[in-house]
């Protein structure tokens, strides 16, 4: 918001903004104010009196509200993609059970296990994290009057959500390499 500056005698208002900087807080400068103006004219109404921080905060609440909103959104999906990239590489390894158990018997290390589950899961999230930067950079458009300091298709933020996603894949995933590098041969073909 522009602003510029006419005399009061050039332009009386009733309206009228007063605007003062002061090193004092901003309470005790209000005070000061009001009673610097009350010694004018004790019959000038002061409406409302607040700091250009409480200003500018009521300007850009929408703004934070929905920033806050989308970074809520985006931690539930983060959360799901985590329990949904769990729930199928835990699936997989259960499925695949017997075959990890005749690997182990012929002398697969247990590194070997775990980096195998762990590419498995991670062709996941690689997939969806293209699959995601190619919505992204469609929606770009809408977006982008609600970004500000940043550009729309800034590399920074789309390789941090790549790093991000593949972060959470190899947490989700860990859990059931490891439980698939622990597959006892013995018991497993047995069972089978």
């Known amino acids: 918001m ?28 209000i005070r000061q104010v009001r009673a610097e103006v009350a010694a004018l004219d004790p019959n000038l109404a002061i ?3 607040q700091t250009l921080a409480a200003q500018a905060r009521v300007g850009t609440f929408l703004y934070e509200a929905v920033a806050s909103g989308l970074a809520l959104f985006g931690l539930l999906a983060m959360g799901l993609a985590a329990v949904g990239i769990y729930g199928l590489v835990s699936y997989t390894v259960r499925q695949r059970t017997h075959e990890i158990g005749i690997r182990v018997a012929l ?3 247990r590194g070997d296990v ?3 589950v762990l590419r ?11 699959l995601g930067v190619a919505v992204a950079l469609a929606v770009t458009r809408l977006m ?5 300091g940043v550009s729309a298709t800034d590399p920074i933020a789309f390789g941090g959500a790549c790093v ?7 947490g989700a995933s860990l859990l059931p390499a490891w439980r698939a590098a622990r597959i006892h041969p013995v018991s497993t073909l047995h069972h089978h």
């Open 107 to 109: 002398g697969a290390q």
């Open 164 to 170: 991000l996603v593949l972060g959470i894949t190899v």
């Open 2 to 29: 522009s602003y510029f500056y006419l005399p009061l005698a050039q332009d009386s208002r009733p309206d009228m903004m007063v605007h003062v900087r002061a090193s004092l807080a901003p309470d005790s400068l």
């Open 144 to 148: 982008a009057a609600l970004l500000f």
């Open 47 to 49: 409406i409302d009196t």
């Open 120 to 130: 498995a899961g991670l062709r996941l999230g690689a997939l969806g994290a293209l």
């Open 114 to 116: 775990v980096w195998r």
